[in-house]
């Protein structure tokens, strides 16, 4: 599985998850959510559209809030989630 790998520079783990589809996305964020410390910011980066959606509501699910849905490029997006 991915591993959340963080960026010392922005001080944000980011989880990048672009090939994969569901339910592979959740499960990875789920687990990510779950190592890292209270209060982290992560951000997972996909390219399967239906993610957009399923992540944010594990993520809420597991206690994160969504702080935001954004599309970096074409086809790609980027869910940021504060655990």
Request: with cysteine; hydrophobic share 40%; net charge neutral.
């Amino acid at each position: 599985m991915s591993e959340a790998v963080l960026d010392e520079v922005r001080r944000v783990y980011v989880l990048d998850l672009r090939g994969y589809v569901c339910p592979y996305p959740q499960l990875a964020t789920v687990r990510a959510m779950r190592k890292l410390p209270k209060g982290s910011v992560l951000e997972v980066i996909t390219d399967n559209p239906p993610s957009c959606e399923n992540v944010p509501a594990v993520a809420r699910g597991e206690g994160g809030l969504v702080e935001g849905v954004y599309e970096v490029e074409r086809g790609v997006w980027k869910i940021v989630i504060r655990v």
